[in-house]
């Protein structure tokens, strides 16, 4: 009998040494690891193997309890492998990572990066979902989200202390290489019909000259000179390129600078445009205003300006909008629902060119070391995800003076640059709001069918607690 149980006891302990290990693969996500078996277990993990080590103690003198022990490990693996992506980790490839929990119960972790800056994230599970809160430096600039409901989640994006915009995403899990990987994509708060698109992509009968009026917002001084407009404007996809360019600049400005409390954010603020004139905005809530600023709200040093845009990689910009005006013409024929995706978009054949969106390191050529990009550097993806370390590669098309060099030939986790298609899907959607409310004799040519539909699932508030939340996470 002892033998038998020795070998049942056995049996079990294989099947939970394979539990943790097919956990721990889902839990990876293939993302940032810069080492193929760098997992950490979760909770549920540790606990099952506890329970585990427990049982081979008090197996031969208490039988029925080592039975209830087994049972309890087993229900714990099973529900952490039921729920693989409860929560979205975006893992910095930094050099230094320090994670502790705090009294709270929070789980914080700082990432140093090598261009010297730092990500401070701090995440918490609620009884309705989880929050997950990231700040950028020192100033009050990140992002704050949290969960609608499972699978659907809202994220307030926050620069300078001032609240600009929410978007909605969607959990997906991409099964490639025998392994699970999450990811996340954009959902629309509006689609337009077929026609607008093909108003998007066609031609204007005649050249137009657009004025901006940039020179009166107080981005325009310092940043102005780092992109050339076009001096005229054939078809709206020119026009979109443009506004997308001077959006970034002015949250690159805004990024510097910490509004007052009693400071409206500046005008031209980036945010989620009404779709039409019956549909107001949210109305800005006294906690979209920053507090007064802290000694940790200031950077230690002024930031650097963002690269200035050269004509290639404008180029290039405005070829990878037309192919997502295309793909969004493409999609207006079909139903505005929620979708369950498989390969991610990011890896689409045509889908290789991005504006970074947040901090983060990538290996930098030399061995075991990093070099950083920025918010408004850009990069061109040139392969698919490897099958050795899970990372896809890429090649610095433009940074800073402190970040990567220019044609550096490195790789990025699938979330990073998922975080980058996101980014640019949400864009591409502004400029086309943005054109349609310009339409008339001083700006875009009218088109048909420039009033959109509204989508339930992509429309959120701004979370009204997002400014005290980066606040806190430091």
Request: charged share 15%; with cysteine; hydrophobic share 35%.
């Amino acid at each position: 009998m002892w033998i038998l149980d020795r070998r049942a006891h056995a049996a079990l302990a294989l099947i939970a040494l394979a539990s943790l290990a097919g956990i721990a693969s889902v839990d990876a996500q293939g993302a940032n690891s810069r080492q193929r078996h760098d997992h950490r277990p979760c909770q549920g993990e540790r606990q099952a193997a506890r329970r585990e080590a427990e049982a081979r103690h008090s197996r031969r003198t208490h039988p029925a309890r080592a039975q209830g022990v087994h049972a309890a490990a087993r229900r714990e693996a099973s529900h952490a492998r039921e729920h693989p992506v409860a929560t979205y980790h975006q893992k910095m490839d930094g050099r230094s990572t320090n994670e502790r929990r705090l009294a709270d119960g929070s789980v914080m972790r700082e990432t140093r990066l090598a261009g010297g800056g730092r990500v401070r994230e701090v995440s918490r599970g609620l009884a309705g979902g989880q929050v997950r809160v990231v700040r950028y430096g020192n100033t009050l600039s990140g992002t704050v989200e949290r969960t609608i409901r499972p699978g659907l989640m809202s994220r307030t994006f926050v620069s300078g202390g001032h609240v600009l915009y929410t978007h909605v995403y969607q959990r997906h899990v991409w099964h490639q290489f025998g392994r699970a990987f999450a990811y996340q994509t954009f959902v629309p708060a509006v689609r337009y019909p077929g026609v607008y698109y093909a108003w998007a992509l066609g031609a204007w009968p005649r050249p137009v000259t657009y004025t901006w009026g940039w020179q009166v917002q107080p981005w325009y001084p310092m940043y102005g000179s780092l992109f050339t407009p076009y001096p005229v404007y054939t078809s709206p996809d020119l026009w979109m390129t443009d506004y997308i360019i001077a959006q970034s600049m002015q949250t690159a400005y805004q990024a510097q600078t910490v509004a007052p409390a009693s400071e409206p954010a500046p005008q031209g603020t980036r945010a989620a445009p009404a779709p039409d004139s019956s549909v107001a905005a949210p109305a800005a809530q006294p906690s979209d205003a920053a507090l007064a600023p802290q000694p940790s709200d200031t950077p230690s040093a002024p930031a650097a300006l963002p690269p200035a845009i050269t004509p290639q990689v404008k180029a290039q910009l405005n070829a990878q909008i037309k192919v997502r005006l295309q793909e969004q013409q493409s999609a207006a024929a079909t139903p505005a629902t929620l979708t369950t995706q498989s390969t991610p978009p990011a890896l689409r054949p045509n889908h290789v060119f991005f504006q970074v969106a947040q901090p983060l390191d990538v290996p930098s050529g030399t061995a075991n070391r990093h070099c950083s990009l920025s918010a408004n550097d850009y990069i061109k993806r040139t392969g698919g995800m490897s099958q050795d370390d899970w990372m896809i590669p890429v090649v610095v098309e433009l940074s800073g003076p402190s970040d990567c060099p220019e044609g550096l030939q490195t790789h990025i986790g699938l979330n990073d640059l998922n975080a980058m298609e996101n980014e640019q899907e949400a864009q591409v959607l502004e400029a086309m709001q943005a054109a349609s409310k310009s339409m008339g004799p001083n700006g875009p040519p009218s088109g048909p069918g420039a009033h959109p539909t509204l989508i339930a699932d992509g429309s959120a508030a701004p979370d009204l607690m997002a400014l005290d939340a980066i606040r806190q996470a430091q």
